[in-house]
């Protein structure tokens, strides 16, 4: 169990509307209830297969990675989902069911600056031994400079690598993505986590729904400057540029390797997650874990045995190509799944993907106007609305036009849509 974060006083009750969902309080959606896990370090291969079965018997079998790289199970009801809980920690997975604190990935490999699950544990600890209020949202990253960027991801604090040639920093900023995060400045890695944990506690003292991004919008930095106090300092640094492909082989310490593959549009069958976790831990694998673009990574196992692993993942449907189309597609769970969701969003984009030749990130498919799948602006996106689908040039959900578009061949026209700006670019 996630012997730091996990209450189980309080299970099977209900997450308000606005919140992440949690192990402990799932949330209601069109296909039942939806119980979301942050895994806090890889997994045994075995225990994650016993995860899956749990899935299955106690809901619809329908297992989602999301874009950051959590654990969703849908399709749970008021009597299962307690029964479902009870079933996880009896497996001592570890999790986080509070704040979520994502590290990255990967076990120890040769770039690695710090160990970022021993990281992740320490500001875990120092978050529940302090009994911080926080607001349902606020998360921390860390970043060990690993194989597997986590700039993508958006958090309250993040803790990064630099991009040094002497002993390894870390990097603090606040309310952002690696692009758009306020940086604050670098301290020791062994210094980190009581500066993650001191800035936490500054958001805090700012009401139990501040968070970092509008704390720092209108006041600026200074309160959180005064939290680190001296063991962070100011001097200007920057991170290591790195690729932020999740799929396809990792190296790790030694020869070994890990090989990442990801669900179509984050959804798969627990039995189709079973046989694959199978089939690798018949080939060597030992472990499984998440990673943010809804990726599944395997390991450790050698290059060869990779190469037929992806094989079998690509038999079961799973997509081991970067380059697939149905990647170029994000996609929400849409109707009925979704109690907001208008259009069958992910009907909809496996048929459009069918269709699409390969290239970059092409498309949004929201089943409703809030856009959990891809909140940024995308080159295009297909919104659903009560009247029907809305499509949207270059924005993001947020901000629809006027001039609804409701078509009968909505994918012929998608299709040409993307084939002509493939041709323009």
């Known amino acids: 169990m996630s012997a730091e974060q996990h209450h189980s006083d309080d299970r099977g009750t209900r997450r308000p509307r606005g ?22 370090g890889p997994v045994p291969i075995e225990g994650f297969a016993a995860l899956c079965a749990a899935a299955r018997t106690h809901g619809n079998g329908l297992m989602e990675i999301t874009a950051r790289g959590s654990l969703q199970v849908r399709g749970l009801s008021d009597n299962s989902a307690p029964r479902f809980a009870a079933a996880v920690e009896a497996l001592d997975i570890p999790f986080d069911d509070h704040v979520p604190v994502v590290g990255s990935p990967l076990p120890a490999h040769p770039r690695a600056g710090f160990n970022a699950q021993d990281l992740a544990s320490e500001i875990r600890n120092g978050i529940a031994e302090r009994a911080l209020r926080l607001a349902p949202k606020v998360s921390v990253v860390v970043d060990d400079g690993g194989p597997i960027s986590l700039d993508g991801l958006a958090a309250d604090v993040r803790l990064v690598l630099t991009d040094s040639s002497s002993a390894p920093k870390v990097s603090v900023s606040l309310g952002g993505d690696g692009d758009t995060a306020t940086p604050l400045g670098v301290s020791q890695p062994e210094r980190a986590g009581t500066v993650a944990v001191n800035l936490l506690a500054a958001l805090a003292a700012s009401g139990a729904k501040a968070r970092a991004r509008d704390v720092v919008a209108h006041e600026g930095t200074e309160r959180f400057l005064r939290a680190a106090g001296d063991h962070l300092d100011t001097a200007p640094t920057r991170s ?12 790790l ?56 692993l992806g094989t079998a993942a690509d038999t079961l449907g799973f997509i081991v190509d970067s380059r697939d189309p149905r990647r170029r597609i994000a996609a929400c769970a849409g109707a009925p799944a979704c ?35 891809y909140p940024r ?31 009968d061949d909505l994918i012929e026209q998608i299709v040409r849509r993307v084939a002509a700006e493939n041709e323009n670019a």
Request: glycine fraction near 10%.
């Open 19 to 40: 919140a992440c969902p949690r192990l402990s309080e799932p949330m209601e959606t069109g296909d039942g209830l939806l119980a979301r896990m942050v895994l806090s």
């Open 240 to 251: 290591a540029a790195r690729t932020a492909e999740t799929i396809g082989l990792h190296r």
């Open 253 to 308: 310490a030694g020869s070994a390797c890990a090989i990442g593959v990801a669900l179509p549009f984050g959804q798969a069958q627990a039995l189709d997650l079973i046989a694959l976790a199978r089939i690798a831990g018949a080939n060597g694998a030992d472990w499984v874990a998440l990673a943010p673009q809804r990726t599944l990574l395997l390991g450790p196992i050698g290059e060869m045995t990779a190469f037929a």
């Open 339 to 373: 109690r907001s969701g208008h259009i069958p969003s992910r009907e909809l984009a496996a048929r459009i993907a069918e269709r699409l030749p390969q290239g970059t990130f092409a498309l949004h498919i929201s089943g409703c106007s809030k856009g959990c799948a």
């Open 377 to 407: 602006p995308a080159p295009l996106t297909i919104m659903g609305a009560e009247q029907g689908a809305r499509i949207i040039d270059g924005d993001s959900v947020r901000n629809v036009p006027t001039n609804d578009v409701y078509t």
